[in-house]
């Protein structure tokens, strides 16, 4: 199996910075990562993508386009997300997702946990 464990959630007044980090792990051995990105959920919304890096290319939704930056270390398999200028409408749980090819299976969907991250007017 594989694990994606975030880190770095909380409260931030607006206009402050907060950065999520997320860990790919496995007892397996990991061959590859593919897709790596950010989802979050705010109360009573559907999951909505944040950003993916893929390839060396980042794609990013509208409203964080210019606030959010995406980045990953893939010899460490991390994924962060640095937010600035964080507006109220950020808050939500965001979740780290990866595409993983881990021991003899082929690529997968994997999910964190979800992060909370509050953004106080």
């Known amino acids: 199996q594989v694990q994606l464990v975030e880190s770095g959630g909380g409260l931030v007044q607006a206009g402050g910075s907060l950065r999520l980090s997320c860990a790919v792990s496995?007892?397996?051995?990991?061959?590859?990562?593919?897709?790596m990105g950010w989802y979050r959920q705010a109360p009573g919304k559907q999951r909505e993508l944040v950003a993916t890096?893929?390839?060396?290319?980042?794609n990013y939704e509208a409203s964080v386009k210019g606030r959010f930056t995406i980045s990953r270390d893939n010899a460490k398999n991390l994924v962060y997300l640095q937010m600035n200028s964080l507006k109220p409408e950020d808050t939500a749980v965001y979740y780290c997702?990866?595409?993983?090819?881990?021991?003899?299976?082929?690529?997968?969907?994997?999910w964190g946990q979800g992060a909370q991250v509050a953004v106080s007017s």
């Open positions: 997702y990866a595409n993983v090819r881990a021991g003899f299976s082929g690529p997968r969907d994997y």
């Open positions: 496995s007892a397996l051995r990991i061959r590859s990562i593919n897709t």
């Open positions: 890096t893929s390839g060396g290319n980042q």
